[in-house]
């Protein structure tokens, strides 16, 4: 315990600790997807590496924007959360009215020139983009720079009202029409930021009353044609949530809505404690449903058994504490706020991922951070988790040892420049200095004319009581 928290205590261990969770992450994450998608990848058209090498590439195009928000300074970040807030609500709407025209025309996409929306995707020109994505990130820069601006105002409610609560109340409206469970995520991304900025318990309750009513609003949306429900269809986001509370017999789960769950079971018990073996996985032949995607878990318990479930959630806890210290040693307001929140975004999606996959969560399709399958999601992780970085390099100890022995100039171009150095702390006023000669009013008397210490000089009382009363 002593080494570890000589290795802790470094001015590095918080930056050298986030690329080392997140770089394990990915690679696990790269090597599951092509075990997860190989077999039906080579069923369809005879390639078994079509669906790895596209998230490579994407892995790819993550490192780089990860390089890149390395580099950036607080300034950047607290300047670019309107724009990226704007573009990210921009393509919501634009995705939420192709949608509902394809609702009313009865079709799966509706598309105006080279944009086609599709449930949660809108394709630009050929490429998937996911906006729900974009909006996570997009909140977290904007929301970490207004909190860091009010300050100790954000007590009132007024404060709160404008311009945080409407906002937050638009992105959760325009995300959780479509995708529920993004939108949980979302709500406790800002949970994350509001308890970062030290906001009263009663402001918790008050959100969370709100945030309840506003779920169970979109659960009943369902019925009326929200996300994957169609119009006097079953409503799956209510059905999902009474398995859950009331799950039926498993013999009856093969046939119902929770086949996805039954089957994710059955990976999960055949796995054991040390797996059947990495590609050896039976149930993604087809039995379970986006095996690549939301239930990429289940497919690392049947390879990897218990023992490499628990590294995934090992490296997942370590991302966390990484997270949570970056944003207790730095100074910036911003920095703090920005670090908490992406922690919360990034752990608790991966809480309610793992959750709903063996059972202790409802199901709501989030994707496993780092893990599962999808373009999107891993460039904006890669470039939230670039941005930790940056804030891990500007705690105070680390930009002191960067800048006592700093790197060669080929190596700040190529990787990041040295961050800023804490501001100095004020030195002490010196003692003001002599005047001149005391005024002859001001000059202490002679030690005949002064009274002794701790004598006390009282007025003389006149008169009678009721006299001096009066």
Known sequence: ????????????????????????????????????????????????????????????????????????????????????????????????????????????????????????????????????????????????HVIARKGAALGWWRELATPLVPMVGLLFVLVGYNDLGTMICLLALVVGLLWAAGVRLRVFGALSVAGLVGVGLLIAVASLGAGSGERGAENYRLARLISFFNPPDPEECKLTDCYQLFQGRLAIEHGGWFGVGLGKSSLKWDWLPEAHNDFIFAIVAEELGVVGCAVILTLFAVLAYTGLRIARRVDDPFRRLAAAAVTTWLVSQAVINVGGVVGLMPITGLPLPFISDGGSALVVTLAAVGMLASFARAEPDAARALHARPPARWVRLLWAPLPPLPGRRRRTAPPPAARGPVPRARQRRSDEEAAPRGARQTRARSGTASERRR
Request: charged share 10%; with cysteine.
């Open 1 to 144: 315990m002593a080494a570890l928290r000589g290795l802790l205590d470094r001015p590095m261990a918080s930056y050298y600790l986030l690329i080392s969770s997140a770089g394990l992450l990915l690679l696990i994450g790269l090597t599951m997807v092509f075990s997860a998608t190989s077999v039906k990848d080579y069923a369809e058209d005879g390639n078994a590496t079509t669906s790895v090498v596209k998230q490579a590439i994407f892995a790819v195009i993550g490192v780089g924007a990860f390089w890149a928000c390395q580099r950036l300074p607080a300034t950047t970040y607290r300047a670019l959360g309107r724009p990226l807030l704007f573009t990210a609500i921009g393509l919501l709407l634009v995705l939420n009215l192709l949608v509902a025209w394809a609702r009313v025309s009865g079709t799966d996409s509706a598309s105006i020139g080279p944009i086609e929306a599709y449930l949660n995707w809108l394709f630009i020109g050929g490429i998937q983009v996911q906006p729900s994505e974009l909006a996570k990130f997009a909140l977290v820069l904007w929301g970490a």
